[in-house]
């Protein structure tokens, strides 16, 4: 798994506003939404383009469009804040959805919803997810695209930590992770450390 961590003074600077207690709920969405777009042009890179022949005002040129637009699944309910900024970037892109919720006893997490097609037939993805913590709900998510017979697998995090990291490393179900940094660690509770909380509850206010 080859892993991205987007290190731009911009990605810093969004991410410690979303870290800092006193940033309200309108704040953090709005830092999200920027710091969003910045790591999916960081998961973008590298990503096979068309040539594409064009009339420019003063004349024909060759330019090239986005080959093959990756699948954008996010993962609910946080993954949902990251949706706007991707397809912004990625505006001809499907988009798939993937509810999961973590037992905060188990630290396991729980599928409601999936509306990612059966059959992707090769088609990269691109999942959603703020955080990646435990790694539960990314490696179900992954593994149930990897059943589904997707392409390249990237997931985009806002924050990881390591055990996270080590955990999807070991489960071999994505081929790339871009995250934004990656902290010191978990808590007991299984919350990163130093992190930012909870990011579902820091977007929406209500558990």
Request: aromatic share 4%.
């Amino acid at each position: 798994m080859r892993i991205t961590v987007a290190d731009h003074p911009l990605v810093t600077d969004r991410l410690t506003r979303m870290r800092a207690r006193e940033t309200d709920r309108a704040g953090f969405r709005r830092c999200l939404t920027e710091l969003s777009g910045f790591l999916i042009y960081e998961a973008t890179r590298g990503h096979a383009v068309t040539p594409i022949e064009i009339d420019t005002p003063m004349g024909p040129s060759v330019g090239a469009r986005i080959a093959d637009v990756p699948i954008l699944v996010p993962v609910m309910r946080a993954g949902l804040g990251m949706l706007s900024a991707a397809l912004d970037v990625l505006p001809d892109a499907r988009t798939g959805f993937a509810g999961m919720k973590r037992d905060e006893e188990t630290l396991l997490p729980h599928a409601y919803v999936n509306t990612v097609p059966d059959q992707l037939n090769g088609r990269d993805v691109f999942v959603l997810d703020p955080m990646l913590a435990t790694g539960g709900s990314a490696i179900q998510t992954c593994a149930e695209l990897r059943r589904s017979r997707a392409g390249r697998i990237t997931l985009v995090c806002v924050l990881a930590a390591p055990e996270g990291v080590e955990a999807l490393r070991e489960a071999g179900v994505a081929d790339v992770l871009v995250t934004g940094a990656i902290d010191e660690r978990l808590n007991d509770m299984g919350f990163i450390v130093p992190g930012l909380g909870d990011a579902g509850d820091r977007q929406f206010g209500l558990n």
